[in-house]
Structure formats: structure tokens, C-alpha cells
């Protein structure tokens, strides 16, 4: 598995007309005394959320996955009105099925609909107190979780850690082949260029 996947990596990175991977990790790869970082990545998050299942709120255990992700888009787009039609095209699921999801969600006491004023037969999706509350508990473990995740670490390491990641997603971004996805980007990447843009606005305003 080690030597498929050390060829693997010197043979993109050859195309790639990159510098090749440091032999002593590719060595320790091959031997199984470590991890390769995309493994170590992987299993990180898998350990992340079989932490967050167990440790979720009580009260999230009758909800499925799609309850959660629904509650999440709309606390996310509570500055605008979301319709049906919106959850459809946000998840890439069909009109019966969102019919049938947020029924299920109303039943659950989760969301209201409720009509809009220039359009009496158009309803809005609301959420209730018991799923704001929901929403509330979940991201306070979430953010727990991230505090003991980081536990032991400055502030330098973090950010050193964060601009890794970075580095790392621009180099499989700039291969061309999965497209552009910035938008996963920690930020800590550009750091630099934030700050300097804010310091040229003080520039300005002075």
C-alpha cells in the first residue's frame, strides 16, 4: 500500500514539476511508522465526528441528519426570507421529498410556515424556539469541542497549523483538476494580505 502510494505521489509530483516528497517521509511511509498527512487528515475527522455524535444534546437524538442540515441553512439565512423552493435547490432533493421532510419537521414542532405579505399563497419556512434552542446547544458542543481539540496549543502553532492546511488545499486547487474551491479556505493563508489591506485603509482615512 505504502510503495503504491509513494509511486503515486513522486509520479504526480514529477508531472507536476514539483519538488519531490522529502525521502525520509516517504521512507517512514513505506514502513508504516507513520501516517501520510492525508491519512492523518482523514482519520482526524473521522475521530472528530464520532466526538461530536456522542457527545451531541439529548434533545438532537430524534432528529436525522437532514433536520440538522435544515436548521443549520436556515439560522444561516435568518436575515431572509427561505421557501421550500430554496431548501430544494440548496440540498439537490426533489419537491415530494422536501414536502415530506419539512412536514415531518413541522410535526416535530421544529419550523412554522408562515404566509408572506405580498403573496398570501407563498409560505415562508420559520424556525421555532425549540429548534433555534437545538441549534444553540449544538454549536456551543461544537464549539467546546474545538477548544479541547486545540488544547495544548498557542496561538502560533494554531495559525502555523491553519496556514498548513492552506498550503496544502492550494496545491491540489492549482492542479486545475477539482476546480475552484476557495471557498473552503481557513483564511489564515491570507492573513498577511488582510492585514496589510487594513493597514492601507487606516492609510487612507488618516
Known sequence: MYNDLHWRIVTTEANMEVDPVNPAFAKAWEQGVCKPPSVAIRTLHNVINRYL????????????????DIIRYLVRNADRDVFPQD????????????????????????????????????????????????DDELYGNAVAME????????????????????????????????????????????????????????GKEQ
Open 87 to 134: 431548501v430544494e435547490r440548496r440540498f439537490g432533493i426533489t419537491r415530494s421529498t422536501s414536502c415530506r421532510v419539512l412536514g415531518l419537521m413541522e410535526r416535530k414542532g421544529l419550523i412554522a410556515r408562515e404566509p408572506v405579505p405580498q403573496d398570501a399563497r407563498l409560505k415562508k419556512i420559520v424556525l421555532t424556539d425549540k429548534a433555534r434552542h437545538i
Open 53 to 68: 455524535a456522542v457527545t451531541r444534546p439529548q434533545e438532537v437524538e430524534e432528529l436525522s441528519s437532514a433536520n440538522i
Open 147 to 202: 477548544k479541547l481539540l486545540l488544547q495544548g496549543l498557542s496561538d502560533a502553532e494554531i495559525l502555523g497549523f491553519m496556514h498548513t492546511l492552506d498550503v496544502m488545499q492550494t496545491n491540489l486547487i492549482q492542479t486545475g483538476a477539482i476546480g475552484n474551491e476557495n471557498r473552503y479556505s481557513s483564511l489564515a493563508l491570507h492573513a498577511e494580505e488582510i492585514d496589510e489591506s487594513q493597514a492601507e485603509e487606516t
